[in-house]
């Protein structure tokens, strides 16, 4: 039942505030917070290397370009997944629009080369949710 209640002031919020990325609502004696953020999918692209030495070094350039977004504020998670295959991680940022995240991660190196493709759309998840 709280889910049934949660999915749909979720809904409601949601169309009645396109704009907000931030709606609360309180449920018994907890108040709970949502926030709009940009979920992105790390695909595989088309440009494939078989030297060690190159992947070695775009993985460097990814990281660094990574790192960066982190420590700017705007990339809050990212991760690559078990097994590889043509999903190959995902990252959440914490920035305005879809736009703004696919112009952020269109400046990495591996990116850019066709090594990886973007796929981003909005995420709602509760602010200050901490990961363990």
């Not at 002031?9 to 704009?19: D, E, G, K, N, R």
């Not at 290397?49 to 998670?77: C, R």
């Not at 991680?89 to 591996?110: H, N």
């Amino acid at each position: 039942m709280k889910k049934l209640i949660f999915s749909i002031i979720l809904i409601v919020f949601t169309f009645s505030s396109f704009a907000q990325r931030e709606f609360s609502y309180t449920e018994g004696d907890t108040t709970y917070t949502m926030k709009r953020y940009v979920f992105m999918m790390l695909n595989s692209g088309e440009t494939k290397s078989k030297d060690s030495i190159e992947t070695a070094m775009f993985q460097e350039k990814h990281m660094a370009h990574l790192n960066k977004l982190e420590k700017q504020g705007k990339l809050i998670v990212a991760g690559p997944f078990e097994g590889g295959g043509d999903h190959r991680g995902l990252l959440i940022f914490d920035v305005e629009t879809v736009e703004d995240a696919l112009k952020l991660q269109g400046e990495d190196p591996s990116v850019k080369t066709g090594r990886l493709k973007m796929e981003a759309f909005y995420w709602w998840g509760a602010k200050g949710t901490v990961l363990k």
